[in-house]
Structures are given as structure tokens and as C-alpha cells.
């Protein structure tokens, strides 16, 4: 009775985390973004910043490389000179010694082969090749998943986690230009048609090319609703029929 209770705790432990949500806030400026993750309700944070342009980063200095090079090539001016043309008396012809060590006696060497035949053949008949299951081609297993509704379930879930997790706030501000009158408008258009309120308080610049943004966005997610979405589509009907096409079966699953 202690176990099923202590299991029972477990349970609704694991239930309550996965239902508490964690959130995300984006701050963004020019060549750095910072990311910052929340869980049970700002008890656990973690941040990470990425810079996108080092400006600190000093260039090599060529001096060092040069004298470097420098030194080498003394280095070898010296070798050659002391590595005189070699005369043809110079020539060390190796003791009788030490060519019959180097090479086996023809005796030895058939011995060898024998051994290396034999045991390649028992290593051949002990250890049969193993058998590859085959599998479809990656060109088969997309027809497969657009023709049975798996991309059409994939793309379903995917845009329910995109309504899910979407920022609720987003604030940008700054001047913003392309340096091209027609691209900049092009992109104007397009921020005010899918993101309206973040394109308040931009100011386009329709002449030079310019880029001080500045934004923010928060958003947030409950693990628990994500998880759902994920097992519901791993156990749907296309997604079963798409894991035994996979691994060899039929059209028909």
C-alpha cells in the first residue's frame, strides 16, 4: 500500500511539472542575441547570449609569422650545407648479416602463408556475414508519408505548436534600410502584413543602408499540451503505417 502511494506521488509530481509552463524571452540588437529560459515559474533560469560578430577578436600579427618563416629557412640553409653530393665510393653497402636478417627463408615465408590462409578461412566460416535488412529509399519513404497523410499530420502539429509557443509580446524599434528603395519597401509590406505591431515603431530608410533594431519578444509553452500533440501524432494511423513501410512492410501496412 506504501509503494502504490509513493507511485501515486510520483505520478502527480511528474503531472504538475509538466503542467506548470515554462517561459522564453528573446532580446535581440545589432550583431547579438540573448535567449533566457524559465521553468517552474522563474525558480530555474537559464540565459545564453550569441554574438554574432566579434570585434574584439584581434587580427594575427604577420610580423611573428615572417620571422618565423626566417628561421626555417636558415634552418635548412645550414642542413644543406652540411649534406655534402655523395661520391660513388661513399655508398654503405649493407653487411651479409643483416640481409639475411631482413629477409625470411623461403621456408619460412610458405609456413607463414599457411597459417595466414588457415586462419583467414576459419575466420570466414565462423564469423558469417551479417544480413542487412533492407530498407526503402528516403525518395520512397516521402512518397509514401505524402501519399498515407503522415506530412499532412506533421505540418497540422507543427503549425498547433507554432500557435502554442508564438510570442505574445514583441516589441522592435530602430531605423531599418536595404539601401534599395524597392526592397525595402517589399520588406516593409510583408513585416506590416504578418507582424503588425512590431512595425509601429520601425522607421524605414528608403535611401542608405541601415541597421540599428533593437526588440524584445516573451512567449511561453506548457510541456504538458506539447507532449500531447507529439504522442497523438506518434500514434496516429499514418504514422504507424509510414514506421512499418519503413521497416519493410507493404503499401497497405
Known amino acids: 500500500m506504501i509503494i502504490v502511494e509513493i507511485v501515486a506521488a510520483l505520478l502527480a509530481l511528474v503531472f504538475l511539472i509538466l503542467l506548470l509552463p515554462f517561459s522564453y524571452s528573446l532580446s535581440f540588437e545589432k550583431w547579438k542575441l540573448e535567449i533566457k529560459v524559465s521553468l517552474l515559474l522563474g525558480l530555474i533560469s537559464k540565459r545564453k547570449v550569441f554574438s554574432l560578430h566579434d570585434d574584439d577578436q584581434e587580427e594575427p600579427e604577420e610580423e611573428d609569422d615572417e620571422e618565423a618563416m626566417e628561421e626555417l629557412d636558415h634552418a635548412l640553409d645550414a642542413w644543406e650545407e652540411t649534406m655534402g653530393p655523395a661520391g660513388p665510393g661513399d655508398e654503405e653497402v649493407p653487411d ?20 595466414e590462409i588457415s586462419i583467414s578461412h ?44 508564438f510570442p505574445k509580446t514583441l516589441e522592435v524599434k530602430g531605423n531599418l534600410g536595404l539601401g534599395d528603395p524597392m526592397h525595402t519597401g517589399i520588406l516593409c509590406g ?11 515603431e520601425i522607421r524605414w530608410n528608403y535611401v542608405d543602408k541601415e541597421c540599428t533594431l533593437t526588440g524584445k519578444s516573451r512567449g511561453r509553452l506548457i510541456p504538458l499540451y506539447v507532449l500531447y500533440i507529439l504522442i497523438k501524432l506518434a ?12 521497416q519493410g512492410g507493404n503499401d497497405n501496412g
Open 96 to 115: 651479409k648479416k643483416e640481409k639475411e636478417e631482413i629477409g625470411p627463408t623461403g621456408s619460412e615465408e610458405k609456413g607463414n602463408g599457411e597459417e
Open 122 to 165: 576459419k575466420d570466414e566460416e565462423e564469423t558469417p556475414p551479417p544480413k542487412e535488412k533492407a530498407h526503402p529509399s528516403y525518395l520512397a519513404q516521402f512518397r509514401f508519408a505524402l501519399e498515407n497523410g503522415l506530412v499532412e499530420r506533421c505540418l497540422g502539429s507543427l503549425s498547433l505548436l507554432i500557435s502554442h509557443g
Open 190 to 200: 510583408m513585416v506590416y502584413a504578418f507582424l503588425p505591431k512590431a512595425a509601429e
Open 235 to 246: 500514434l496516429s494511423k499514418p504514422a504507424r503505417e509510414f514506421w512499418h513501410f519503413r
